[in-house]
C-alpha cells in the first residue's frame, strides 16, 4: 500500500508546440497555484502521517504499523498520488522524500506505537544526497528508536535500472540495524527481479491476489505458489487488503505470516491498538477454510507456452543498437545473440543499461559491437519439454535465471525467449489444474482434492464429519429412463447435498459415479444431513414417471427375461466423526466411511447412518 505514487514525465505538463498564449495562461497560472502551495506544504510541515496495523497470524498481535502520507485536507493535495505526482513535476521530490520520513517517524514516536514501523521510500531516492542513513539514524537516536525497528518498505512504482545503487544503499541501511520489505509483489514493474536481486526480510502480496481467494482458484494458488517461494527465500510474507473473514481464514491456513487490510485496521492518523473480535474469532476457530476449486481438464504443457517470439541480433552488431532497441521496447527483458541460427547468448536489459548509463560509456562504447555485453552462459532449453521439468532446471540452476529468463529452442535451433515470471504464472495455473480433477457433470472436486482436504483437516487435528453419500438402486433408473435422465439425478443429489453445506466449513467431492463425499466442519452436521435427506426424497420424484410413482416402484427384466421389482432411488449417508488423532490418514477415514455407506444402504429409503465406535482414547462427541 504504497504512499508514493507512479510518477510523469515533466514534459507531459509542458504545453504542446503550437498552443496559443491565451490557452497557456490558464495553466500557468495553474501549474504556479500548484506549486505555491507545495512550497507552503513544504516550508510549514503541513503533511499528516497515519498509520495501518499489521497483525501477526500466529500470536494475534499487531506487531507493527505502515506509515502513510496525507496532504492537507481540503486541498489539491491531499491524496498521496497528486502530492508526489506535484513534487516531481517541480523538483521537489527529495524534500518531500525527506519531510514524509520525519513527518512519519516523529508522530510513530509520538504516539507510542509498539513493534515495527514499515517506513515507505521510493528506490529511486534511496542513494539521493539527504536521503541517507545519517539523518535518519540521528532523528531515531533523538527519538529513542532503534533502527531494527524501522522496516525500508520498497514502492514499486517505476522501473528500476540501476540495481547496484540501490543495493549499495540497502546494504547500508541494513549494516545498522535496518530491514527491508518489497510492496505490492505481482502488481509492479520487475517484482521477481526485485525480490531477487534485493533478498527483502518481508514481500508484500499485493491486494488483488488477496481480494476475494476465498472465491478464486487462481489467486490462491498464485498467492500459495508465492508463500512457498518465501520460505525458500527466507522471506516472510505479509498479505495486503483483507477485508473478509473468508479472505482471513484462507490466508491464514495458506500459512501466511502476517497480513494488513480494512478488516484488521483502516489507516489512521490515531490507529486503533486492538485487534477486532471478528479477526480474534477466525484465529482462534480449530476448523481450517474451504478452499475455491473449479472443474478443468489436466492437458501436458511444453516450455513452447511461454516462448515470446524476439529478434535476435549478432555479436557483431553495435551496442547504440542495442540500446535502441530496450528505449523502443520497454517491457523487452532480454536480446539474444544468435548465430547461423545457434544461440550463443543474452544481453539482459538491466545488466546492459547499468553498465550503459554510467558516464561516457555511451560516447566510448555505443559504436563498438555488443559482444562485450553478452551473457555467454544463458539457460538454453527446448521449447518442447514440460514445464514441470524446466521447472526442475530452474531449481537447479542458479537463481539468476529466474529474473534474467532463458532462450528457447528447436532442436537446437534459436525459437525465442521466456521468462521467469511467465513461468511462475504457467506453474501457477498447472497448479490449479492439479488441485481441480473434477468431476465433469457435477463439476465437483473429484479425488485428489477430496484427499488433499482431508489431509489438511487430518494435519490441523481439525473435528469434523466425514459423509459418504450413495444413490441406492441408481441403476435401474439409469436403465429405465437413460442416462440423461440419470445425469439429472445425479445433478440434483449434487445441488442438494451442496445446499446442505456450510460454504466456509463444509467441503463437497464427487468421487465418481453416484458416490459423494462431505466433509463437514458444521456444529450441526447430522440436522444438515436429514434435510438433505428429505429434500432428495421430494425433489427426486419429479424425475419418475406416474405410473413408476403410483407403483412405488420400477418393473424390468433380468437377462433371462424375469420380471424384477426395484425400490425407487434413495440417497443413502454413512458419516464417521474423525476425532483429533483418532485417523492417521485419509485411507483410513475413507475406509471408515465406506464401511458406514454400506451399513447405511442395508435399510430401506433415504437414510443416515453414524458410525459411532470410537478408537480407544477419543470421546464420542460430535463437532
Not at 506509515?67 to 516531481?88: K, M, Q, S, V, Y
Not at 477430496?450 to 464429519?465: N, T, V
Request: with cysteine; glycine share 8%; net charge negative.
Amino acid at each position: 500500500m504504497p504512499s508514493s505514487p507512479s510518477t510523469h514525465p515533466a514534459s507531459a505538463d509542458d504545453p504542446s508546440a503550437g498552443t496559443s498564449a491565451q490557452d497557456t495562461a490558464p495553466r500557468e497560472s495553474a501549474r504556479s497555484d500548484q506549486l505555491a502551495l507545495l512550497q507552503q506544504i513544504l516550508d510549514e510541515r503541513m503533511l499528516e502521517a497515519h498509520f495501518q496495523p499489521i497483525l501477526d497470524f500466529h500470536s494475534g498481535e499487531i506487531v507493527g504499523h505502515e506509515g502513510l502520507i496525507r496532504g492537507p485536507l481540503d486541498t489539491p493535495l491531499r491524496a498521496p498520488i497528486d502530492l508526489f505526482r506535484a513534487a516531481n513535476k517541480h523538483g521537489l521530490i527529495l524534500r518531500l522524500e525527506r519531510l514524509c520520513r520525519q513527518t512519519v517517524i516523529e508522530r510513530f514516536a509520538a504516539l507510542g506505537l509498539d513493534g515495527t514501523l514499515f517506513l515507505n521510500v521510493r528506490p529511486q531516492c534511496l542513494a539521493l544526497p539527504g536521503v541517507g542513513t545519517a539523518g535518519t539514524r540521528e532523528l531515531l537516536k533523538r527519538l529513542d528508536i532503534h533502527p531494527e525497528r524501522i522496516v525500508i518498505e520498497l514502492t514499486e512504482n517505476l522501473p528500476i535500472f540501476d540495481f547496484a545503487s540501490v543495493r549499495a544503499a540497502l546494504t547500508t541501511y541494513r549494516s545498522v540495524g535496518f530491514k527491508v520489505a518489497i510492496d505490492d509483489l505481482g502488481e509492479g514493474f520487475a517484482s521477481f527481479r526485485l525480490w531477487s536481486e534485493l533478498q527483502p526480510e518481508y514481500v508484500k502480496a499485493d491486494m488483488h491476489f488477496v481480494q476475494g481467494i476465498d472465491r478464486d482458484p487462481l489467486k490462491l494458488q498464485f498467492l500459495k505458489s508465492i508463500q512457498q517461494l518465501a520460505e525458500a527465500c527466507g522471506s516472510l510474507i505479509i498479505a495486503e487488503g483483507i477485508e473478509t473473514e473468508a479472505e482471513l481464514a484462507v490466508v491464514r491456513d495458506l500459512g501466511v505470516p502476517f497480513g494488513q487490510g480494512y478488516l484488521i485496521g483502516r489507516p489512521g492518523a490515531q490507529p486503533s491498538q486492538q485487534v477486532p473480535e471478528a479477526v480474534l474469532r477466525v484465529l482462534r476457530q480449530k476448523a481450517i477454510a474451504v478452499y475455491p476449486a473449479q472443474a478443468t481438464s489436466r492437458t501436458p504443457v511444453t516450455a513452447e507456452a511461454l516462448l515470446i517470439e524476439v529478434e535476435p541480433v549478432r555479436a557483431t552488431t553495435a551496442a547504440a543498437e542495442v540500446l535502441q532497441r530496450f528505449e523502443r521496447e520497454p517491457s523487452l527483458h532480454a536480446v539474444p545473440v544468435v548465430e547461423d541460427g545457434v544461440p550463443i547468448g543474452l544481453i539482459e536489459r538491466y545488466a546492459f543499461l547499468e553498465r550503459f548509463v554510467r558516464p561516457y560509456w555511451r560516447e566510448l562504447f555505443g559504436r563498438k559491437s555488443c559482444r562485450g555485453f553478452i551473457d555467454a552462459e544463458p539457460l538454453v532449453v527446448d521449447k518442447h519439454i514440460t514445464i514441470e521439468e524446466l521447472s526442475t532446471r530452474l531449481a537447479e540452476a542458479e537463481r539468476r535465471y529466474l529474473a534474467e529468463g532463458f532462450i528457447l529452442t528447436d532442436n537446437g535451433r534459436y525459437a525465442g525467449l521466456g521468462t521467469g515470471q511467465d513461468l511462475v504464472r504457467e506453474i501457477t495455473r498447472l497448479q490449479i489444474h492439479a488441485a481441480r480433477y473434477a468431476n465433469p457433470l457435477t463439476l465437483l472436486p473429484g479425488n485428489v482434492p477430496i484427499d488433499e482436504h482431508m489431509d489438511r483437516l487430518l494435519g490441523s487435528q481439525a473435528r469434523f464429519a466425514v459423509c459418504h453419500c450413495d444413490l441406492d438402486h441408481f441403476k435401474p433408473f439409469n436403465d429405465r429412463y437413460g442416462y440423461r435422465r440419470g445425469d439429472d439425478m445425479l445433478q440434483l443429489a449434487a445441488r442438494i447435498l451442496a445446499g446442505a453445506c456450510d460454504p466456509h466449513l463444509d467441503f463437497l467431492g464427487h468421487v465418481g459415479g453416484d458416490d459423494f463425499v462431505l466433509l463437514m466442519q458444521s456444529a450441526d452436521w447430522p440436522a444438515r444431513c436429514e434435510r438433505a435427506l428429505a429434500r432428495f426424497e421430494r425433489e427426486s420424484r419429479a424425475l419418475y414417471a406416474r405410473e413408476d410413482l403410483e407403483r412405488g416402484a420400477l418393473v424390468g427384466e433380468d437377462r433371462q427375461g424375469h420380471e424384477v421389482v426395484h425400490p425407487l432411488s434413495a440417497l443413502s449417508i454413512g458419516a464417521v466423526v474423525a476425532e483429533p488423532g483418532a485417523f492417521a490418514s485419509h485411507y483410513e477415514v475413507s475406509t471408515a466411511a465406506a464401511e458406514a455407506k454400506r451399513q447405511a444402504k442395508r435399510q430401506p429409503g433415504n437414510t443416515l447412518f453414524i458410525e459411532r465406535r470410537r478408537p480407544a482414547g477419543t470421546d464420542t462427541t460430535h463437532p
